[in-house]
């Protein structure tokens, strides 16, 4: 019988959305202290990769299949790290990307900047935050309560 992950995973668009909040080592710090892994998507090769002990891995799209909208990136950094995907939620800065972890089955979405988020119900929460460090702030479930019990 395969296992079912139990870990929620907190998937983020690239090292430098991260990295731009003076902030977020202690927000890395907070979500390692948790067991939170943060996995990072590039979505093309970009990015200033930093070490963390609450990053778990990068992975990089490998082709248009793996990009959002589409899920592919997603579903593969999540079964390879082993997150539970209905609890995990995306840090990201477009509506594409929203669209992607609703497709995914993620709990949620922030959005990071003044892109415009999408217009349609995606299937997830979808939030703002002024960054990284900030994001934790707005990620509540549908159901209430906080996603991370931090």
């Not at 929620?8 to 080592?25: V, Y």
């Not at 979505?43 to 992975?59: D, F, K, Q, Y």
């Amino acid at each position: 019988m395969m296992s079912v992950p139990s870990t929620p995973g907190l998937f983020c668009h690239d090292h430098d959305l991260i990295f731009s909040s003076i902030s977020a080592d202690a927000a890395l710090n907070r979500l390692h202290l948790r067991r939170v892994p943060v996995l990072i998507l590039c979505l093309a090769e970009n990015g200033t990769p930093r070490n963390h002990p609450g990053i778990v891995g990068t992975w990089t799209g490998a082709g248009p299949r793996e990009l959002p909208p589409r899920p592919g990136l997603i579903l593969r950094a999540a079964r390879e790290a082993g997150v539970d995907l209905a609890r995990s939620w995306l840090i990201g800065v477009t509506a594409d990307e929203a669209r992607a972890a609703g497709q995914a089955g993620l709990a949620g979405c922030v959005l990071i900047g003044d892109a415009p988020g999408p217009t349609e119900d995606v299937g997830l929460v979808v939030a703002r935050a002024r960054d990284f460090a900030d994001a934790p702030r707005v990620m509540i479930p549908r159901g209430g309560g906080c996603w991370h019990g931090m």
